[in-house]
């Protein structure tokens, strides 16, 4: 019995994690659950997976659900808080730890869990964005095994060479290409994004998302952070790493070889996909997602991004390119942008404005520690924020139909 700790269990990722191991009930056992503040979701998942540990990373939340825990008379320790996230993703009962915190909270969990030298099933952007070098250096100290559950890095994963590189091409790689869905806004002018509004946005044409990472898709910042991912997961350099949109999202990336060859993994969009296939690893377990019928498919398409009506992948390129804090700052800059958003206090093209003003405000700085990257994450929030609060006059909103 492997036991799991599944940080973010609430969320979508988390969700289909449960549903991967329900599959495997004598394989997998879940160990600990977390969550931020949602204490019906918790309590269902805690009545219905009975594990060892809650955790909410809401104080309140937290006494909320210890009260709830003790009248259902559930035998569940409830803890709070960073302290509580890491306890349990660094336990020594622990052998798999599912990284699925949405935004910056995700990272100091996950470093917890690379220092205990966990297996990381990493679906937390933000860990390899804000901290890529602190991180990997982390998971190497800690001889902890880093599985990418992005299904793009996990495509690429799978058709990647196993030996040890310094360089791609001395494994005959020549690029690596990201596929992108292009959102729900790939055919629109400028004027329909103008008028974009939350509800058009978090519609996404394929993939069954959270709102954050569904309007990062929308704008393109999605496949900006997983650029930055990729950067660090594959040792790549920015121009050894390409972007192409297939709107079908069929082939989850491809890796090109110095031979003419082009590897592809292919599937359809389904996040259990990888999740089975980290649980497993290296072995193969039945995920509950249905095979893929290329004749259903018929056909797939190609095209390039286009980064002037959807600058965020633009503005991830230049962050990855200045090094150092700038895509930490970048991703601090959109979590915020983004929640503005969604509670309809700025426009959609506001978004990569605010990121690049905040990009050009505040310098980047060589990486030095974590407590700096934390500090630096606050600033451009505090940033950002104010430069929302500037923004004393917005456009009257329009429904644009699809």
């Known amino acids: 019995m492997q036991y799991v700790t599944i940080l973010g269990s609430t969320g979508t990722i988390g969700q ?9 009930p004598g394989r997998y056992g879940v160990f600990a659950l977390t969550a931020h503040s949602n204490v019906e979701a918790m309590l269902q998942q805690c009545a219905q997976y009975q594990p060892r540990y809650a955790v909410m990373q809401d104080a309140e939340a937290a006494r909320l659900l210890q009260q709830r825990v003790q009248a259902e008379q559930l035998n569940i320790e409830v803890l709070a808080g ?12 622990v052998g798999i730890v599912m990284a699925a915190i949405v935004g910056a909270a995700g990272l100091l969990p996950a470093l917890a869990a690379a220092k205990a030298g966990k297996k990381i099933l990493l679906a937390n952007k933000e860990t390899l964005v804000m901290a890529g070098q602190l991180f990997m250096d982390a998971v190497k100290q800690g001889q902890a095994t880093l599985l990418p559950i992005d299904s793009e890095h996990n495509a690429i994963f799978q058709v990647m060479p196993r030996q040890a590189y310094s360089d791609l091409r001395d494994v005959g790689v020549n690029q690596i290409i990201l596929t992108a869905s292009g959102g729900p806004f790939r055919g629109y002018t400028q004027a329909q994004l103008q008028e974009v509004t939350p509800a058009l946005a978090l519609k996404h044409p394929n993939w069954v998302m959270g709102a954050k990472i569904t309007v990062d898709s929308s704008t393109l910042m999605n496949k900006g952070l997983e650029v930055i991912e990729a950067h660090w997961l594959f040792d790549a350099r920015p121009e ?27 599937g359809n969009p389904d996040m259990r996909t990888p999740i089975a296939y980290g649980l497993a690893y290296p072995e193969r377990i039945a995920s509950g997602v249905k095979p893929l019928s290329l004749i ?63 990009l050009q405000q505040l310098p980047a700085e060589q990486v030095q520690s974590i407590e700096q990257l934390l500090a630096i994450d606050a600033e451009a929030r505090a940033f950002v924020t104010q430069a929302i609060a500037n923004m004393t006059t917005a456009p009257v909103r329009k429904v644009v139909s699809v």
Request: charged share 20%; glycine share 4%; aromatic share 6%.
């Open 296 to 358: 259903e498919v018929a056909k797939l398409e190609f095209e390039a991004p286009d980064t002037q009506r959807f600058p965020c992948l633009r503005l991830a390129y230049d962050a990855l390119a200045a090094g150092g804090t700038a895509p930490a700052i970048l991703n601090a800059a959109n979590e915020v942008a983004v929640a503005a958003f969604l509670r309809e206090q700025i426009e959609y093209l506001d978004i990569p404005r605010l990121l690049e003003m905040t």
């Open 240 to 266: 050894q790493i390409e972007v192409v949109v297939h709107p079908q999202s069929v082939i989850h990336s491809m890796v090109s070889y110095v031979d003419g060859s082009i590897l592809a993994q292919l």
């Open 16 to 24: 289909q994690t449960l549903d991967v191991i329900s599959q495997h």
């Open 82 to 93: 960073v302290e509580g996230l890491t306890a349990v993703a660094a336990h020594a009962e």
